[in-house]
């Protein structure tokens, strides 16, 4: 088994070891006796120097030595030219004895006293070529060498030279290394050469990783349960006839190690996003005149290759007098590299006042050009005007003087029933008496529908958590569902989840537990998967029922 996962990463060449300067590989990476191979020296320089290499080949012979060539390669980091040189020398080898044979006292000359050593090369010489695997599983990342929010992606293949009746997913990679979306996956059979063979491979997952940290990353294996024959057999009537017994294996593909590269520290600007790849940010204020206490509404289109998963809105307007409500964003796929997210902001202003048109900046890291890119969004003046209003009144004193020297008739002096308020000690006529009764009576009226209605809310809201609790009690525990149950403790629409919570009377331990559990919920893998990060507590939810009642 060991021999068979070996043989699926083996690529034309393999580095075997080496330092920063020099690195050593050999191909084919699997020697035949009395076939011959080669031996691969890459060497870096600064400058002009020919490096002299020196080792013992043990029981192979030399029988040649080439000039592969020279790279040079220029990179731009943070706006600086650094170009470095690369020599290759290829040596022919050949060996009459199989077995285990060992390069040894390797040593590369640079000149000017500069030499390093390198330790022994262990290579292993087979009797005979090794057959090519019929069935084999494998992880392509699209890139071995990663900034720190870089997005890539990874497929897994399975490779097959046989006939594959069926296959299922045994155990899906853990990723764990890496902020993950998941693609929908087209199963399509394509004809490919590997290793000088002719397979037949289909696409079982794929993932688009973003790596978290810097140093090395890891992208874990997949493991297949496989249904598939061998061997076939020609009729007496010319028809291929399946011969071989049907066999179920399980099949998983190796480790691939990610080199995963800090972002540069140097010229990186205050408004940083966060964000690496190409990104476009599209700002839309339908109106910019608005009066006191009405909503203010705009939206921020963000489109690019990044983790928008975890990119949170910017601040585009500010104002102490300018209340904002909680921005959530929505994400839309585009492509399986670029996603769109939209955040929709609600404002509103509590007085009369101006924002000035301004320039609100973001940058992210371009990994092409291994420097920061800062975008500009425009943000229009917006305008609130008008305020409260407060209500006038008058008395005609001329009107008061010649009542009050009327005389009272017996339909005055009768009852005039309920006023409610003190009217003062002008005379008023039975009618303007019986349109305030109505008046209040139709207040009183509107008292009694308001009350009904809310304890009717209160009853409904107590309905809807105990719902939602109960279900999240089942296992079915989401982002949303706790969300929804988290806002009902409080009816303060000016407040957002966390501050309901943090200013509720749960105790302590269930606010910590509450505000972790969110913030894991909706940070968590941003996948496909049903559920988020965290463990259900009974015990929290239970005190969290108490409380919305």
Do not use: W
Request: aromatic fraction near 10%; hydrophobic fraction near 35%; charge should be positive.
């Amino acid at each position: 088994m060991k021999k068979i996962i070996s043989l699926i990463l083996m690529l034309l060449t393999l580095t075997s070891f080496g330092s920063e300067k020099v690195s050593i590989s050999i191909l084919p990476n699997a020697p035949v006796l009395n076939e011959p191979f080669e031996l691969i020296f890459k060497i870096k320089l600064t400058g002009d120097e020919e490096p002299y290499i020196s080792f013992d080949p043990g029981g192979a012979s030399v029988t040649g030595r080439s000039n592969g060539g020279v790279s040079l390669k220029t990179t731009i980091i943070n706006g600086k030219f650094t170009t470095s040189k690369e020599v290759t020398y290829v040596y022919s080898m050949l060996s009459t004895r199989r077995g285990t044979l060992y390069i040894k006292n390797i040593e590369v000359d640079f000149g000017g006293g500069k030499t390093e050593k390198l330790k022994n090369l262990r290579i292993n010489i087979l009797r005979e070529p090794q057959k090519p695997k019929d069935i084999f599983v494998m992880a392509i990342p699209s890139k071995t060498e990663v900034y720190v929010g870089e997005g890539f992606d990874v497929n897994y293949y399975l490779y097959q030279r046989v006939n594959v009746m069926g296959s299922e997913l045994e155990k899906y990679p853990a990723l764990g290394d890496f902020l993950k979306r998941f693609h929908l996956v087209n199963e399509t059979i394509e004809t490919v050469r590997f290793k000088d063979e002719l397979y037949r491979r289909s696409l079982k997952y794929s993932a688009r990783l973003f790596a978290q940290k810097a140093g090395k990353a890891q992208i874990d294996p997949l493991k297949l349960k496989v249904q598939y024959s061998s061997g076939t057999s020609r009729s007496n009537f010319g028809f291929g006839i399946q011969l071989g017994q049907v066999r179920v294996r399980s099949f998983q593909s190796e480790k691939v190690e990610i080199n995963v590269l800090p972002l540069p520290t140097e010229n990186v600007p205050p408004y940083f996003s966060g964000l690496v790849g190409e990104h476009d940010f599209t700002l839309q204020v339908p109106r910019t005149k608005y009066v006191v206490n009405e909503a203010i509404e705009a939206k921020l289109e963000v489109q690019g290759v990044g983790a928008l998963e975890a990119y949170e809105a910017p601040k585009l307007f500010k104002h102490k007098d300018l209340e904002e409500f909680d921005t959530k964003g929505e994400i839309q796929p585009i492509n399986n590299q670029i996603q769109k997210k939209t955040f929709e902001y609600t404002y509103l202003a509590r007085s009369s006042f101006d924002i000035e048109a301004h320039v609100e900046k973001v940058a992210y890291f371009d990994p092409v050009k291994k420097e920061y890119v800062t975008k500009e969004i425009q943000v229009p003046k917006i305008s609130i005007s008008g305020g409260a209003v407060k209500s006038s009144s008058y008395s005609n004193s001329e009107k008061v003087k010649s009542e009050q020297l009327l005389p009272i008739t017996s339909e005055e002096k009768s009852p005039l029933g309920i006023v409610g308020v003190n009217l003062g000690k002008v005379k008023t006529s039975n009618k303007i008496i019986n349109l305030i009764n109505y008046i209040f009576a139709g207040v009183f009226l509107l008292l009694v529908i308001s009350l009904f209605f809310v304890r009717k809310r209160l009853s409904t809201n107590m309905e809807i958590s105990k719902e939602i609790i109960r279900d999240i009690l089942k296992g079915n525990l989401s982002f949303s569902s706790l969300y929804s149950v988290l806002s009902l403790i409080s009816d303060d629409l000016g407040k957002n989840v966390g501050e309901k919570v943090r200013e509720s009377s749960l105790s302590e331990g269930a606010k910590s537990y509450f505000l972790s559990l969110l913030d894991s919920l909706e940070r968590g893998t941003y996948s496909t998967e049903k559920g988020g990060k965290g463990k259900v507590n009974k015990k929290h939810f239970k005190e969290l029922r108490q409380v919305i009642k």
